[in-house]
Structure formats: structure tokens, C-alpha cells
């Protein structure tokens, strides 16, 4: 594709905008680096990702349908880290709770995974040396 650069931003709908802003917040510990009315962006380093409220995001993909949250998961997103199970203890601190894991998976990574208010899956995960 011509002028492929990398992907920069992902777009989250979310029904509960300041829940779940807050929850990025004290589970990230990364500020807001832009909000308004209806959304609020998060730089991750080499991405950002912008919670949206989901009342908001149908003029976004327009004619395409905005899905509940109930409707189930088609995504995931994945945070390298160095100790998955420190990040798992810390999570817990903060009132997290895991969805699965920490686990090691047979391609030599350890995950543990957890979901944000918002019904997005985050997975933490750590390579394992052999």
C-alpha cells in the first residue's frame, strides 16, 4: 500500500467514556493527552488509542452498525512487558481482575489478559527465554 507508514491510532468505542478514561488512567498510569466532550486519547509510546463514545461513533463508520458490548470480543490488544506476573500483582493492587493467565502458551510467551470497562480485551505479555 502506498504511503504505508504504521498504524497510529485505534479507535475503542466505549458506553461509559469518564469509567473508562479513568480506568486507563490508574491502570496504565499514562495521562490524557487530548479529550473532549465525547472522546479521550492515550499515547502508548508508538500508538495511541482513542476511547470514543460509542453514541458518537456511528457519523464515524457510517453506514456500518456499532456493536454492544455484549455482542462478544473480535479483538485484542497486547502490551509487552518484562514480568508479566508483577504486572498481574499490580493489577490486582488496583482492583483489576484477570480474565485468564498468567499462563505460559506453547509460541514461548506468558500471558495473562483482563478487560477494560469498555468490554476491550488487553493481554500482557512477556517473551520467555529458552
Known sequence: ??????????????????????????????????????????????????????????ELIDPAAVAVREAGTRFQLTIRVEDVDAVCSDLYERGVALLN??????????????????GHIWEVAQELTQ
Open 1 to 58: 500500500m502506498l504511503g504505508l507508514k504504521h498504524i497510529d491510532v485505534i479507535t475503542v468505542f466505549v458506553e461509559e467514556l469518564e469509567r473508562t478514561k479513568s480506568f486507563y488512567c490508574e491502570v496504565f498510569g499514562i495521562p490524557v493527552v487530548y479529550e473532549d466532550s465525547h472522546s479521550a486519547v492515550f499515547n502508548f509510546g508508538n500508538m495511541s488509542i482513542n476511547l470514543l463514545a460509542a453514541s458518537e461513533a456511528r
Open 101 to 118: 493467565g498468567p499462563m505460559n502458551r506453547p509460541w514461548g510467551v506468558r500471558t495473562a489478559s483482563f478487560v477494560d470497562p469498555g
